[in-house]
């Protein structure tokens, strides 16, 4: 189940409005919608806890291993970031559409993929324009 189906259904469950749940974690009502319909995903890992505490469900339920990966690459890389990682998630899950592969040896390719995306980014810094580097300094 994806993240914003999780979302959907505890709320329903709760029986409580995108409003009322976008009060109590702190977003805007705007925001909120978008993890619910547009299948968003919070940009820090803060909200997650929130919504977890909010709904009464673990922290990990609503944080996949996929959904981990786009956060972790919107906080260290910022939107362009996490558009690219949701990209390659999107690209990668069309390789195993209707695959043979078992679901250990899935998990373990995207964890894989998703080292070598944060390696590649890392090593990538160094080509970056200085006034685009987030201290400036080349670092």
């Known amino acids: 189940m994806k993240f914003a189906e999780k979302l959907r259904t505890l709320r329903m469950k709760k029986g409580v409005t995108q409003k009322e749940c976008a009060e109590a974690i702190g977003v805007t009502i705007r925001t909120y919608k978008s993890y619910e319909l547009d299948g968003r995903y919070p940009r820090k890992r803060e909200i997650y806890q929130q ?24 906080e260290q890389y910022g939107s362009r970031g996490r558009r690219q990682a949701e990209a390659l998630l999107n690209e ?14 899935r998990d373990a390719i995207m964890i894989a993929m998703q ?12 080509y970056t324009p200085k006034k685009h580097r ?4 080349g670092q």
Do not use: H, P, R, W
């Open 51 to 74: 919504l977890a505490e909010l709904f009464g469900v673990e922290t990990a339920y609503l944080l996949t291993e996929d959904e981990e990966f786009v956060t972790e690459a919107s």
């Open 92 to 105: 990668m899950s069309g390789l195993f559409a209707g695959g043979e592969l078992t679901e250990s040896d």
């Open 115 to 126: 080292k070598i995306y944060f390696e590649c980014k890392q090593e990538n810094k160094k």
């Open 134 to 137: 987030k201290n400036g300094d």
